[in-house]
């Protein structure tokens, strides 16, 4: 069942049941007000024919009963029967009597001093006529004609005012569930336009209030966050397959030119030494690829134990100056920091791929060579290191876009690298729950500052 058939549906019960309680009610209250104004009519009569009989000497059965028939006030059939204390009928009306009048009745009447039923066709009325001598028991019967058809007229047009309601409650509940969720049919139609080809397309956000024109924003953030990353997946594909062909191409036409004539044996070393430089930076790029691709998979493989990383530190520093003995690498605890705060939870591999890369970005970009890194904590649970470096530093126009794959700031222009180290770090560290941010000051000083949540013993 679709929504607007729902809608069309619930609308329909709410209101069939609603509108036969309001029926129901108007109804049972006119049939319950006919009834007692009937018999308090039925009373009234009864009663005058009683008194005339008992209290007005000169009026006899006879003469009463002529009486009652031409009065123009008696009701439709009306019927009267009195009887006295010894149950002997004292009067009744003209014609055959339309009650089965028993012992049994007129004592029920005595015990209860008034009762009323509805019998064939009749209503009953029995009640007790007290005068100063005796006390009677009066049996009143008659047809409420007026009163049962008008409740017959009531119950007609309840019924009609019931169904022809309910045919317009369909067609109006029809009609607005189809204008409610118009709108849901218009951002399903765009929605269904919008494909990998179009992800510029944004839905109708109509009045910007309602919980459509809401889901409508809440579908365009998405439909923005995924245009970044695809545009984000072009341009790494495009940057990666740069940075591949450039050494590729470099190298081909180094050992081309070389091939067009015998050459001494100088020269091929060179060659041969230029060709291997430009495959080892090739391998580095595709292991650091490699290790990006698995770090941002949606489920990395981690191997997370508890580490120390000032060891981490020392080590990253001496592998770094294995490798470059010139660069100077300056690592500084604070006051406050004891073990504890040395001790976290992640992945050691990770964690000295993202160390390194800072250590060897502060070095590499430093005007001195120099990276002073700070470790300190303010607070039980976080650890903050900071590597500082001086030099021409990342313009305000750059550093938005740093930790994006192959992103390059001018800064980088007369650097070797490629730019996948800090998307690295970045990825790495947000593995570890921590958070990565850098402030610049061009020409001045440089810091990354990384945030990272230290181990709990009874965590
Ligand atoms: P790469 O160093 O290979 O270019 P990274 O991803 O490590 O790639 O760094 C991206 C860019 O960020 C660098 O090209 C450089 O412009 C800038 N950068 C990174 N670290 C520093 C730093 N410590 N000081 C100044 N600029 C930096």
Not at 176 to 192: D, E, H, M, N, Y
Not at 197 to 219: I, P, V, W
Request: aromatic share 8%; charged share 20%.
């Amino acid at each position: 069942m679709n929504i607007r058939t729902r809608l069309t549906v619930i609308f329909f019960a709410l209101f069939a049941v609603l509108l036969s309680i309001i029926l129901g009610a108007i109804y049972y209250f006119s049939a319950d007000y006919r009834k007692e104004d009937f018999y308090r009519r039925l009373k009234n009569r009864a009663i005058n024919t009683a008194m005339v009989l008992t209290d007005i000497k000169e009026v006899n059965a006879d003469l009463l009963r002529r009486m009652e028939h031409n009065n123009p006030a008696s009701l439709p059939g009306q019927y009267i029967l009195i009887y006295n204390e010894k149950n002997e009928m004292a009067y009744h009306s003209q014609g055959l009597p339309v009650v089965n009048v028993d012992t049994a009745l007129l004592n029920r009447v005595r015990r209860e001093n008034e009762i009323a039923y509805h019998g064939d066709k009749f209503e009953v009325l029995g009640f007790m006529v007290n005068n100063r001598h005796h006390s009677f028991a009066v049996i009143a019967a008659a047809t409420d004609v007026y009163g049962l058809d008008a409740l017959q007229n009531l119950r007609h047009v309840i019924i009609i005012t019931f169904f022809i309601s309910m045919l317009i409650v369909i067609v109006l509940a029809w009609f607005f569930a189809g204008r409610v969720l118009r709108p849901i049919s218009a951002i399903v139609k765009q929605v269904g336009n919008i494909t990998e080809l179009n992800l510029n397309r944004r839905l109708d956000e109509g009045n910007k209030r309602d919980e459509l024109s809401k889901l409508a924003q809440t579908f365009n953030h998405m439909l923005e966050r995924l245009q970044r990353a695809f545009v984000a997946q072009k341009h790494f594909i495009a940057n990666a397959s740069h940075e591949i062909k450039t050494p590729i191409t470099v190298m081909s036409a180094e050992v081309e030119v070389s091939l067009l004539s015998p050459r001494d044996e100088a020269y091929y070393i060179r060659v041969l030494r230029s060709v291997l430089n430009g495959l080892r930076g090739l391998n580095g790029l595709s292991s650091r690829l490699l290790m990006l691709a698995q770090a941002s998979s949606d489920e990395p493989e981690l191997n997370f134990d508890v580490i120390r990383i000032d060891d981490v530190l020392w080590e990253m520093k001496a592998e770094l100056l294995k490798a470059f003995p010139e660069y100077v690498v300056d690592i500084n605890f604070g006051m406050n920091l004891n073990a504890d705060h040395l001790a976290l939870d992640g992945d050691e591999q990770l964690m000295r791929v993202a160390m390194l890369n800072l250590m060897d970005n502060g070095c590499k970009y430093s005007d001195a060579n120099t990276v002073h890194i700070y470790l300190e904590s303010n607070t039980t649970q976080r650890l903050t290191i900071t590597f500082k470096n001086t030099g021409k530093g990342i313009g305000p126009d750059y550093i938005d876009r740093i930790f994006e794959p192959f992103y390059r700031a001018k800064n980088a222009t007369l650097i070797k690298g490629s730019g996948i180290g800090l998307s690295l770090v970045h990825r790495i560290i947000q593995l570890h729950g921590g958070n990565v941010s850098v402030t610049s000051v061009p020409g001045h000083t440089t810091e990354f500052i990384v945030e990272l949540t230290v181990h709990k013993e009874d965590r």
